[in-house]
């Protein structure tokens, strides 16, 4: 029962909230633990941030896909490289991409441990040099790996792109040019994949803890954010 207590006391679950109803609860608490206690689908290994839901309705799979981000505001469209990676390796997967960015960049990270509801927070740092930046993520690999309730984004608003690793542990990259980071992908064994679908495409739930959310206060200071999560 261990597991899934730290599954369901630390959780929040953004399409149950939407829809009211949850393929989660219609299931025996045996069949529930058994669902989350699944760690690998086909030789895909998941991290501890997320599952997905009891019916599979989306199987966690290793590729990437090429896709349009459409601004509402704007009404321009952006370039955008959505993937998923097995856990081994994942955040080294992360680390290249960060590498077409430059040597100065921009970080944002991203919190649901101080929201109820859905949605997260943003935290920002202007700035700051990309040997740093990546000494000090590397502190926190066991934390950006593994807590569903944080994100993170590095950006070079200068070219402009922007390489995320986001709470469902998935990366993505916006951008005109992507062509260095779809190569960084392929040379990583992450290949294209037309009809991929990603863990947030249907139900699931995310996890996290004490013990993360402490180590997210502690990459929040060391990256110099302030504090505000109003």
């Not at 009891?54 to 966690?60: E, G, R």
């Not at 070219?159 to 190569?183: A, C, M, N, S």
């Not at 992908?185 to 495409?201: A, G, L, N, V």
Request: glycine share 6%.
């Amino acid at each position: 029962m261990g597991f899934l207590k730290s599954f369901f006391n630390n959780v929040f679950h953004e399409d149950a909230l939407a829809e009211k109803v949850s393929s989660f609860e219609q299931v025996s608490e045996e069949q529930l633990e058994a669902h989350l206690g699944v760690t690998m689908y086909n030789g895909f290994e998941l991290t501890d941030a997320v599952r997905p839901s009891i019916d599979l309705k989306v199987v966690p799979a290793q590729g990437f896909r090429n896709d349009v981000y459409q601004d509402e505001e704007s009404k321009s469209s952006v370039p955008v490289l959505m993937g998923a990676a097995s856990k081994p390796g994942l955040f080294e997967v992360f680390m290249d991409l960060l590498d077409p960015l430059g040597a100065t960049v921009d970080v944002v990270l991203e919190t649901s441990h101080y929201r109820e509801n859905t949605g997260h927070i943003d935290l920002y740092r202007d700035h700051i040099d990309m040997p740093v930046l990546k000494s000090i993520l590397w502190d926190y690999e066991d934390m950006l790996t593994n807590d569903g309730c944080t994100g993170i984004a590095v950006l070079n608003p200068s070219i402009p792109q922007e390489v995320q690793f986001d709470e469902h542990k998935l990366l993505i990259v916006y951008g005109k040019d992507l062509t260095p980071f779809e190569k960084t992908f392929i040379e990583r064994d992450i290949y294209p994949h037309k009809q991929i679908k990603f863990i947030t495409e249907a139900e699931h739930v995310h996890s996290s803890s004490d013990k993360f959310q402490q180590q997210f206060e502690e990459l929040r200071m060391r990256l110099g954010m302030d504090a505000n999560y109003s």
